[in-house]
């Protein structure tokens, strides 16, 4: 299996995109951390991940808390000794305009935003570093979405400020971690996608999403494959909004290495 013996961990893995990376990755061998903020849905995600065959430890966490973060990840290595990949999914969408609501909910708002996708990126990948590196490496994914790319951004839709300047500065830390942690053999990418079926997205959306979150997870797998040598500092873009299905899962499936 392309990831035994590996330990995952994954932000708001409760639900959605999270669950499909969790058990896609239990899939593939590894041992699973979710951290998330709904321990009941936590629990059913771990559920799934044992019914692999595989161990998993569901952690309340909320990423927006550098405390709760160092904590989370010391119960991670102690549950498994170690931390070979991270992927930074934890998001929120609120309404952040600046003609709508009240001066403290805007404000609100905006701080979820940024505490939960880009602070809360920040403090997990602090926090797993280490571990990485006593490890010899490992991987970085942070769940960006394709609207850091010309052509695809949401300019004009100001509820989506908050959650679009929090994805551009993780795209930000994407290409400076990759710099940084290369002599450490720590791969940091990003994942661009577009809408996938997800709460998050069914909430705000009439229409469902034709890309699941296991065709998410397979594109992860994907870039995970290409192994230490790999990519890296790469914003991947792929099944974006609009996509045909058929094109989207060929789009996934270019993500792994050739041959």
Not at 44 to 51: K, L, M
Request: net charge negative; charged share 20%.
């Amino acid at each position: 299996m392309q990831l035994e013996g590996q330990v995952a961990v994954v932000t708001g893995g409760a639900e959605g995109i999270g669950r499909g990376f969790a058990v896609a990755f239990a899939e593939q061998g590894a041992n699973v951390a979710s951290l998330d903020i709904d321990s009941l849905s936590n629990q059913e995600t771990i559920r799934q991940v044992r019914a692999t065959g595989q161990d998993g430890l569901a952690v309340d966490c909320d990423v927006a808390s550098k405390e709760q973060v160092r904590r989370a990840m010391n119960s991670v290595v102690q549950r498994f000794g170690r931390i070979d990949i991270l992927v930074n999914n934890a998001a929120i969408w609120v309404d952040t305009a600046l003609t709508s609501g009240s001066y403290e909910s805007q404000a609100k708002g905006f701080e979820d935003s940024m505490d939960i996708c880009t602070l809360g990126s920040y403090y997990c990948a602090l926090a797993a570093v280490p571990s990485m590196r006593a490890a010899g490496g490992g991987n970085i994914l942070n769940v960006i979405t394709e609207h850091v790319h010309e052509g695809h951004l949401i300019t004009g839709l100001a509820a989506a400020t908050g959650y679009d300047a929090a994805k551009f500065a993780q795209a930000r830390l994407t290409e400076t971690w990759a710099v940084e942690l290369k002599p450490h053999n720590i791969r940091v990418n990003a994942l661009c996608m577009g809408a996938t079926d997800s709460p998050m997205f069914r909430a705000t959306h009439e229409s469902p999403a034709e890309i699941m979150p296991a065709d998410i997870a397979q594109g992860a797998l994907n870039v995970l494959a290409h192994g230490p040598d790999g990519p890296t500092g790469e914003l991947l873009l792929f099944a974006a909004s609009g996509t045909p299905r058929e094109q989207a899962l060929r789009e996934i499936a270019a993500l792994a290495p050739e041959g």
